[in-house]
């Protein structure tokens, strides 16, 4: 499985952005994809993410409300859009993947993916 990021840059708080992952390769059948990001200095920690078996998805209560997963199948690609971004949501997104469907309490954290695209920076700043 290849993922392949997109659509990072610089925004203006308040503003919006939208991330896209192109998965290719193997199947992950009702595996599940998911985004991450990690700032300068600080761990990486999960976003949001999408179980492809049901569709059921996650955020991180830092993005909820403001952040929106979604996958369109036809195009094997999953998006994150993001609406007022905030000076904290400056850091560089990755997404990833599994094949397993993760249980919801496992799907933010990353060592259960083992599917990494590279990353695309995000960054808010007037």
């Known amino acids: 499985v290849q993922l392949q990021a997109s659509g990072g840059g610089l925004v203006q708080p308040g503003g919006s952005l939208r991330l896209s992952c192109v998965l290719s390769?193997?199947?992950?059948?009702?595996?599940?994809i998911g985004w991450f990001r990690q700032a300068p200095g600080k761990e990486r920690e999960g976003v949001s993410c999408i179980r492809l078996s049901d569709r059921s998805m996650a955020y991180a209560d830092s993005v909820k409300g403001r952040f929106t997963i979604s996958r369109d199948r036809a195009k094997n690609t999953v998006y994150l859009q993001m609406n007022s971004l905030q000076p904290e949501d400056t850091a560089v997104y990755y997404c990833a993947a599994t094949t397993r469907g993760l249980i919801r309490s496992s799907m933010l954290t990353d060592r259960y993916y083992n599917y990494w695209g590279q990353g695309t920076l995000v960054t808010v700043s007037s």
């Open positions: 390769g193997s199947s992950l059948g009702g595996g599940t």
